[in-house]
């Protein structure tokens, strides 16, 4: 192989592998969520607040005044972008569903539901992911929002039995 010649993303399957379950389970990993507006554009934006629902399943919280809220609700195909140490890169494409529209922890927070359609690894034969997006609290009380997030988003999640 050329040196800087690229590999197609090799399908790495349609579930969630023990890595990328362990990796969500950490709560650490920000994303990126591509959804496509009404004229057919591509929009990309982070999300934290994201969780395994089992290995089929993911749940992220999305604010209800957000661009890809309201993308999502005219095209339900999404494509989530995963970087992580350990030259963990992969995109994950799926199909939304709506969870609940309004969560009790903040009203104007939707539960939404990506179905794993398939999982591609995008490494570069160049390069190591050596970090994932990260964020971090400004204050306890940042904190505690965020514990209440993840604590809504994990109900009713069996990965964790």
């Given at each position: ?92 494409k ?25 999982i ?9 992911v ?32």
């Open positions: 192989m050329k040196r800087g010649v690229e590999i197609l993303a090799l399908l790495l399957g349609t579930e969630l592998n023990a890595t990328l379950i362990e990796l969500f389970k950490k709560r650490i990993n920000t994303v990126i969520i591509a959804s496509i507006d009404a004229d057919c554009r591509p929009h990309t934006a982070p999300f934290h607040f994201i969780s395994v629902h089992d290995s089929k399943h993911l749940r992220v919280a999305i604010s209800k005044f957000h661009q890809t809220w309201q993308n999502i609700n005219e095209n339900w195909d999404v494509t989530i972008a995963i970087l992580d140490e350990g030259d963990i890169a992969v995109s994950l799926g199909r939304v569903r709506l969870v609940k529209e309004t969560m009790d922890s903040d009203q104007s927070l939707a539960i939404i539901e990506v179905e794993v359609d398939e591609r690894k995008n490494n570069s034969c160049n390069f190591y050596t970090q994932g997006i990260r964020i971090r609290h400004k204050n306890e009380a940042s904190l505690h929002y965020s514990c209440q997030i993840f604590q809504e988003l994990l109900q009713g999640a069996t990965i964790y039995e």
